[in-house]
């Protein structure tokens, strides 16, 4: 049986719940309907200590930048808390270690910035919540920004629009590295009606 792959979800103060959250229940949600670990899921943050994600929930993240090795998925989240993230050397030093041995790097609403932070987005087309569109146009000038798609694919890096278009994402990650009948599946059993990088439905 082939190893997990690693799944690595960067946390930090006043990032969105459901960013996080919503890739991480369709991860592991598939290692359910799978019947073993497909993915190993670990939330990550500078200093591995406890934080508030908007809204006041207090979370505390598995491991530290220090403790997590090599990662073949990266999710890095948005939130209110992603201007500060972005000033955090080590938070961009995590991203852009990324950026040569991960698999796929997914990035959910604003994190799009902090991988554009990281120099990952340079000359590639993107996407990011509708109301930091024109931000990251600003920060990256050499991506593409598609304001009119849930999500962005190119080579190994997927960006998504706001919140819930994060877990559609997340599925698409299911769909290109297990298959889709295991994505299709997972949503049937999370009871989630897919949507595509154009906002298609795909049902369950």
Request: net charge neutral; hydrophobic share 40%; with cysteine.
């Amino acid at each position: 049986m082939s190893a997990p792959r690693t799944v690595h979800i960067l946390l930090f103060p006043d990032v969105e719940v459901l960013d996080f959250a919503g890739p991480y229940e369709v991860f592991h949600a598939a290692n359910e309907v799978a019947g073993k670990q497909r993915f190993e899921i670990r939330t990550v943050a500078e200093g591995g200590d406890g934080l508030r994600a908007r809204g006041g929930l207090r979370i505390r993240p598995e491991l530290s930048f220090e403790d997590s090795g090599d990662v073949d998925i990266a999710v890095v989240p948005g939130g209110s808390g992603t201007r500060a993230a972005a000033e955090r050397p080590a938070v961009v030093d995590w991203i852009r270690r990324q950026k040569g041995g991960a698999e796929l790097v997914l990035s959910v609403c604003t994190g799009a910035l902090l991988l554009g932070r990281a120099g990952l987005l340079d000359g590639k087309p993107a996407t990011t919540h509708h109301t930091a569109l024109d931000r990251l146009r600003t920060e990256v000038p050499s991506a593409t920004v598609e304001g009119d798609r849930r999500f962005v694919e190119v080579g190994s890096l997927i960006t998504a629009a706001g919140v819930s278009a994060g877990i559609d994402a997340a599925f698409r990650v299911v769909e290109r590295t297990l298959g889709e009948s295991l994505a299709r599946e997972t949503a049937r059993y999370m009871e989630y009606e897919r949507r595509d990088g154009r906002g298609q439905l795909l049902g369950r």
